[in-house]
Every structure is written in structure tokens, then in C-alpha cells.
């Protein structure tokens, strides 16, 4: 007997899903083992940070995510058929140390969106992107489900790989631009899930049927967040696929008690003494910045304030794609201020990192406040030289 293996990639969301996917298991009485950005965990305990990984293999947990599935070799056969890996699967799975291990039963695809461009020579372009995240459907086991982002072009033009016996769980996120023929699917038996506001609807040929109304959770702020939303659905239909074609019955139950890690980096909120409100979000690019900008936008007009962002961007981004966010972060937020991570004085620049990009005191914050200041002049580049 041998656990289920959930594999999760993309460019944003991974994260999330894997921990939403894991706290939905544990509601249900399963053995849990979690990989992510940040280390892995069993039944939600840390065994190991990014950091011992990076020290040990040099590498990140989400390459060969496999790799950690040891951690059940002590588990008796029993133990194992109860037991749910949930895997985040970054880039870096297409190459030489590859996902680790020899197929997965639940593949998730959320999205691929302009991030790591220009990185290697090999990422140029979405296509390419998508080519280095096929895996994802080519290691899907022969009876496994494959959960994808059905209005994305490029996830869908890999489901060529999706082997013949496996189910296809679309996701639908906009009804105006569905990359599958939808009723097609239905009528052959099929599924799907979408979002509608706060509600996710599972869609079969006899018509749609409310799963989830997620009015009540906190981290959705009322359907005004829609990645969050959309997360979600990816962790439901993730769970339908672990479940072999289930949804639990307290499902409700189970996702309103679900809190995000309130210090985890994923949309963290906090409160400061004179009252103003603090998110704070690992989004890197564009489409990140830009959806956490319209949330604060938001949150500040029905406060009556303002949305003030305070941004940053890694040095291995094309001067191209750190132009490109600017623009859209200075339409997201009403003021920036804008700070460079290896500006502060215990951090000593590199010259190159890969090879490839140059690491220089005020070079990114530079040019991302100056993309910004296209759109909105009150922008403050921040140096912390010590």
C-alpha cells in the first residue's frame, strides 16, 4: 500500500493549495506529509526548513519534492494507505532532480502567468514556461485526475499528456474565455468547478450544484479577493480528485474553520496601533501586486483612506518584466514606497547570480520606482544602507 500523492504547480497559488489541501485532509482523520516553499511537515509539524534543504542538497523543498516521501518508510502498510503527500512542484521539477517521485494520483495546474522570464535561457517566453511545467500531467498516474485551470491557453494545450484513462477537472474562473469545449465534457460524464463571488458550483451534465459558499471566511474578505477565491476551488476540486470523485458531507464545516498562517506570508493582516490596516503577501509579480493593490484599494475606500503599497522586487527579473510591474503596481496602489532587499547593510551584493543577473545597491529599486512613477509620481525609493 502506498499514500496518495498530490502534486501542485503553477506560478502563483501553489502555496495555498498544497496548505488548504493538507488542512482538508486532517479534518478527515488523514496522515498528512506537506511540502512547500518553506520546508516540509508531517500531519502540519515541521520537520525541516528551506534552509536545511538548501544546506543539504542545494536545492529548494519544492525541487524534488519527492524526495521527502522517506519520511513514511517507517509507516506500516496500514499507515501509508492512510496517509495524503501533498507536494508543491516549483520550475526547477522539469530539470535534472525532476518532481522525485515515480507518478502522482492528483496533478494540479493553477496557472501560467509572466513570472521567471528571462531567468535562464531557457525561459523566455509562457510557452516556455509551460513546457518546463508539463510534468505536472506527464507523471499523472494512468488512473489519476488531472485539476487544471481550464481558461488558461497554455495549461490546456498540455492536456494532450493527460493519459487517456485519467479525469480531467476543469476549473473555471471566466466564463467568457473557457479553453475546453465544457459542455463537451459534461455530456461525456464529466465534471467541473467554478466560482461565482463567494460560491463554488460543481457543474455536471444534469446542471450545477452549490458545494461551498464562502461568505463566512475571513481570508476571502467577502469575495473582493479573487485569488483567494480561486484557491479555494483549486483545493476543492484537489480534494474531489484525492477522494476519488468525493467531496466530504461537512465539507462547509471543514473550510470555514480553515485559517490561513497568520505570520506565513499569505495575506497576513495585521493592525497597527493607530488603526491602520497591514497586509502583508509574498506576491511577485505583476498580477499578484496588482490583485493585492485592488484589495487594498478597496478595504481603504470602504475605511474612508488610502492605499499605500510598500514593494519590492527580486534582482533575477529582465529590466523588461521589472518595467512591465511597475506600471501596473503604480495603477494598483494610490502611493508606493519602494525598497531593494541587498540594500540593507548586513547583506554584501553579489555580482552575479546564475551567471546571469548583477547584483548592484539600488539598481532594481531604481528601476522598478522609476517604472512606477510613469503612472504615479508619489513614489518613494527607500535605501536601507545601515
Not at 479534518?27 to 502540519?44: A, E, P, Q, W, Y
Not at 529548494?60 to 519520511?71: A, D, H, N, S
Not at 495585521?270 to 484589495?295: F, P, R, V
Request: aromatic share 10%; with cysteine.
Amino acid at each position: 500500500m502506498r499514500p496518495k500523492v498530490v502534486a501542485i504547480t503553477g506560478t502563483k497559488g501553489k502555496t495555498t493549495v498544497s496548505f488548504l489541501i493538507d488542512q482538508i485532509m486532517l479534518s478527515l482523520k488523514r496522515t498528512t506529509l506537506r511540502v512547500d516553499t518553506t520546508g516540509h511537515f508531517i500531519n502540519n509539524e515541521r520537520r525541516s526548513t528551506k534552509e536545511d534543504s538548501t544546506a543539504l542538497w542545494h536545492i529548494l523543498p519544492t525541487v524534488c519534492p519527492g524526495r521527502y516521501l522517506w519520511e513514511l518508510m517507517d509507516y506500516t502498510p496500514e499507515e501509508r494507505a492512510n496517509t495524503v503527500a501533498i507536494l508543491e512542484c516549483s520550475l526547477g521539477c522539469s530539470r535534472l532532480a525532476g518532481v522525485g517521485h515515480k507518478w502522482h494520483d492528483v496533478g494540479i495546474w493553477t496557472n501560467v502567468m509572466k513570472d521567471h522570464l528571462g531567468s535562464t535561457d531557457l525561459l523566455q517566453t509562457r510557452e516556455d514556461i509551460a513546457d518546463a511545467k508539463k510534468f505536472i500531467f506527464r507523471y499523472l498516474a494512468y488512473d489519476g485526475y488531472a485539476v487544471f485551470n481550464a481558461c488558461d491557453d497554455l495549461v490546456c494545450s498540455k492536456l494532450n499528456l493527460v493519459p487517456a484513462e485519467a479525469t480531467k477537472i476543469p476549473c473555471i474562473f471566466d466564463k467568457e474565455n473557457i479553453c475546453i469545449n465544457l459542455d463537451e465534457h459534461l455530456a461525456n460524464g464529466g465534471v467541473a468547478f467554478s466560482i461565482d463571488g463567494t460560491k463554488i458550483y460543481k457543474h455536471a451534465k444534469d446542471g450545477a450544484e452549490l458545494v461551498y459558499d464562502a461568505i463566512n471566511l475571513p481570508w476571502v474578505f467577502g469575495g473582493h479577493f479573487e485569488p483567494s477565491m480561486i484557491n479555494l476551488c483549486f483545493a476543492v476540486a484537489g480534494t474531489y480528485g484525492t477522494l476519488e470523485g468525493h467531496l466530504p458531507e461537512n465539507l462547509t464545516e471543514i473550510l470555514d474553520n480553515i485559517r490561513l498562517d497568520h505570520y506565513g506570508g499569505r495575506l497576513t493582516t495585521l493592525n497597527a496601533k493607530n488603526g491602520t490596516m497591514i497586509i502583508a503577501d509574498y506576491a511577485h509579480e505583476k498580477e499578484s501586486l496588482s490583485s493585492i493593490g485592488a484589495l487594498a484599494k478597496t478595504i481603504a475606500s470602504e475605511r474612508g483612506g488610502k492605499a499605500i503599497g510598500i514593494v519590492r522586487m527580486a534582482y533575477d527579473r529582465t529590466d523588461e518584466a521589472i518595467d512591465e510591474t511597475g506600471q501596473a503596481v503604480g495603477k494598483a496602489f494610490d502611493s508606493l514606497v519602494v525598497y531593494d532587499k541587498i540594500d540593507g547593510y548586513w547583506q554584501k551584493p553579489k555580482e552575479l547570480h546564475f551567471g546571469k543577473f548583477q547584483q548592484a545597491v539600488g539598481r532594481i529599486s531604481g528601476l522598478l520606482s522609476e517604472a512606477i512613477k510613469k503612472d504615479k509620481p508619489k513614489c518613494y525609493n527607500y535605501f536601507a544602507r545601515g
